[in-house]
């Protein structure tokens, strides 16, 4: 089975802090996602990347940046984290029968 | 008025009754997916439909591309099958546009 791994299932850190969240998938997908997930809002797409070095912005990319050294790899970062990033962020590859392979999210709170 | 619209937004259901709940959706897509989310969980996919019908387990699929409509049926719907049930549509580059979710409680 496609594994999607997400390096921290919850993290607490303070506002300003500079944050990482990782993602690695073990099935040599090309694609890539984030998204964060919020009440009433449902998901939203931050970044993907559809190869190394290639990344491009989603629909809510301001605060965040992203990082693709290597293929399996997928780093979030939140450059000075602040309270409205508080959220849940998934992590997703495409590939395989189903399609899409979600991680099972990182719940970040700012605070 | 959202790409993904889906019905209903809650649905309540008693053990071993037939569950079915909509998407609809405005764009073109390459194919349509079902997604299933538990309380605190990360999310897991059901199904990808680009035409036709599938079947897993209790679980069915339908989509009609013409109509651009899909239905996921459950059927002797269970205890365990209480999640939030999301339909998302894939258009270019790999991208998913996701209705809001429909959360199905099943009482014993």
């Known amino acids: 089975d496609v594994k999607v791994t997400q390096s921290s299932r919850y993290l607490v850190k303070r506002t300003g802090e500079k944050v990482f969240l990782e993602c690695v998938q073990d099935?040599?997908?090309?694609?890539m996602f984030w998204y964060r997930q919020d009440p009433g809002l449902g998901l939203r797409l931050i970044y993907f990347?559809?190869?190394?070095?290639?990344?491009e912005k989603g629909d809510i990319p301001e605060g965040y940046s992203v990082s693709r050294e290597k293929k399996e790899r997928f780093s979030l970062i939140l450059e000075s984290a602040s309270t409205n990033q508080t959220s849940m962020y998934l992590c997703a590859s495409t590939g395989g029968p189903l399609g899409y392979t979600f991680g099972s999210g990182t719940r970040l709170t700012v605070v | 008025k959202n790409e993904v619209e889906q019905s209903p937004q809650n649905l309540t259901a008693q053990e071993g009754e037939f569950i079915t709940i909509n998407c609809s959706y405005s764009?073109?897509?390459?194919?349509l997916h079902w997604l299933q989310q538990h309380p605190g969980g990360g999310i897991v996919s059901l199904f990808m439909l680009s035409s036709g019908k599938k079947k897993h387990g209790r679980l069915i699929a339908t989509i009609n591309i013409q109509e651009k409509h899909s239905s996921l049926h459950i059927t002797a719907s269970h205890p365990r099958d209480s999640a939030v049930y999301i339909c998302a549509v894939r258009a270019a580059g790999n991208k998913l546009t996701f209705g809001g979710g429909t959360r199905v409680l099943v009482k014993p």
């Open positions: 990347s559809y190869d190394v070095k290639m990344k």
């Open positions: 099935m040599d997908h090309e694609n």
């Open positions: 764009v073109g897509i390459s194919a």
